[in-house]
C-alpha cells in the first residue's frame, strides 16, 4: 500500500523523462566534443602570446641620469708589443707578445680583456681597446 502512495509521482517522473529524451534527440542533434585544431610549426611569432601587455603604475617618474662619458687615456707604453703585422687578402693579422704570452689577432677579436680595435700596417700600429684604456702600441723598429 506504501507503493500506491508513491504511484502518482512515479507516473510524472517517467512521462517527463519521456518526453525530455525525445526532444533532445528527436530533431538529430547529437552531443560531441569540439573539434581540436592544431596550428602547424609557424617561424616567429607565437599566436598564443599577447599582443598588449599590462602596464604596470610607476608611482614617480623620474628622468634617467645623464652620464658623463669621460674619454678613456690613451697609453702608448705597455708591456704589449707588436711583434710584426701581416696582410693577407686586404685583412691585418698582427702578432703581439707580452712576456712569454704571444698571440696571432685579427681586428675583433679579445686578448687579456682588451680588444683589437684596429691594426694599421701603413703605420705599424696596433689599437687595443680595455674597459678604463686604450693602448696604442707601435711596432718596433729594427
Do not use: N, Q
Not at 95 to 107: A, D, F, R, T, Y
Not at 119 to 125: A, D, F, N, P, T
Request: charged share 30%.
Amino acid at each position: 500500500m506504501r507503493f500506491l502512495k508513491f504511484f502518482p509521482l512515479l507516473i510524472v517522473l517517467v512521462i517527463s523523462l519521456f518526453f525530455l529524451h525525445g526532444k533532445c534527440f528527436a530533431e538529430g542533434e547529437r552531443f560531441s566534443l569540439p573539434e581540436i585544431f592544431e596550428y602547424p610549426p609557424v617561424k616567429g611569432r607565437d599566436p598564443f602570446y599577447p599582443l598588449v601587455r599590462k602596464e604596470e603604475k610607476v608611482s614617480k617618474v623620474t628622468e634617467p641620469k645623464k652620464v658623463e662619458k669621460k674619454p678613456l687615456p690613451v697609453v702608448t707604453h705597455s708591456e704589449y708589443k707588436v711583434v710584426g703585422i701581416v696582410w693577407r687578402e686586404g685583412e691585418g693579422i698582427a702578432l703581439i707578445k707580452k712576456g712569454e704570452k704571444s698571440w696571432v689577432v685579427k681586428e675583433g677579436m679579445v686578448i687579456d680583456g682588451l680588444k683589437v680595435a684596429r691594426i694599421e700596417g701603413g703605420r705599424g700600429e696596433v689599437i687595443l681597446i680595455g674597459k678604463d684604456r686604450i693602448i696604442k702600441l707601435k711596432m718596433l723598429e729594427i
